[in-house]
């Protein structure tokens, strides 16, 4: 199919037609890559501005990355050192972005919606690189790459996602994106950070015992415990959750051999999996990472070739 849209925001308003679109680009992209050719021209001449107004690290290095393999012209900016510490609106910020003739804009936030927002004021491109706990689309895509790629199809897998749910943007952009293309999905952890809400959606189970929530899952994706939850009382302490969720050689036992083991990154190693298991032959950690960077220029050569000056 035909990519028709100027921005991407996330997954719950793509058409599985689409995804599928970006997957099938960013194929070819790797295929591209793994041949070892460093830099193609497909965005030469257009400008990408990466703002990230929340820190990251996996995501802007690979977005940046993402961008000079692509030939684009690329300026980083970091809310610390802009107008907004003076004052300056998040709209008049970008508009004056904008105002520069830049083609895309990928931004980080910590606020739901507000690249949406934005993308709502904004000729120019816009993508969501993490937006509060609502989405974060290219991390569930390079997920679901990583998935399709390693076990040829998503249509019918039972892919759990285990961890803080209530917080996740990546357990929510995953989601869709998984039940758009077929997939049955478990959302487990603690009833704490596993509301039971997302019952009412088709497709959708909801977890709380590690056993029950793994034993038929052909893909286990970690999510990182954030320890500024602990203090609001989510669950005791990373030694209370690491024995009732934590992924580990024991916990492998009662799992399908050729379970893959996912994580999004920054691990906390002996919390959510052991670092038996993030080295082991079922993890395909390293190999997200690496598909990050083919998914990132598919997202960012569709959005570009949409943008109208």
Not at 15 to 26: M, N, P, V, W
Not at 61 to 87: C, H, I, P, T, Y
Not at 107 to 124: D, E, N, P, V, Y
Not at 297 to 306: K, N
């Amino acid at each position: 199919m035909e990519w028709t849209r100027k921005d991407l925001l996330s997954l719950y308003d793509l058409e599985a037609e689409e995804i599928e679109c970006i997957l099938d680009t960013a194929a070819e992209f790797k295929k591209v890559s793994q041949r070892r050719v460093k830099k193609v021209p497909a965005l030469r001449g257009k400008t990408v501005v990466n703002f990230f107004v929340e820190p990251s690290t996996r995501t802007r290095v690979s977005f940046e990355l993402a961008e000079q393999r692509l030939s684009a012209d690329v300026v980083n900016m970091q809310a610390q050192a802009s107008s907004l510490l003076k004052g300056e609106t998040l709209l008049d910020t970008v508009k004056n972005i904008e105002a520069l003739q830049v083609d895309l804009v990928v931004m980080r936030h910590s606020a739901t919606g507000a690249q949406a927002f934005i993308a709502s004021k904004l000729k120019c491109g816009v993508i969501n690189a993490g937006d509060g706990a609502h989405s974060h689309p290219t991390q569930a895509l390079l997920d679901i790459f990583t998935i399709r790629e390693k076990k040829g199809g998503i249509k019918g897998l039972n892919v759990t996602i285990l961890g803080d749910i209530l917080h996740s943007r990546v357990a929510r952009s995953n989601m869709w994106g998984l039940l758009k293309l077929g997939a049955n999905v478990t959302l487990a952890g603690p009833s704490t950070l596993v509301p039971r809400e997302f019952e009412s959606i088709p497709g959708v189970k909801v977890c709380h015992n590690l056993k029950d929530a793994v034993a038929n899952a052909d893909v286990v994706n970690l999510l990182r415990i954030q320890h500024e939850r602990q203090t609001a009382g989510f669950f005791p302490g990373t030694g209370e959750y690491a024995r009732f969720f934590g992924i580990n050689a024991e916990s492998m036992k009662f799992m399908k051999p050729d379970v893959m083991i996912m994580h999004p990154g920054p691990i906390n190693r002996d919390v959510e999996l052991s670092g038996e298991v993030a080295d082991g032959s079922n993890s395909v950690i390293l190999e997200q990472v690496t598909n990050g960077l083919a998914v990132r220029m598919a997202v960012l050569f569709l959005v570009a070739g949409c943008v109208k000056k």
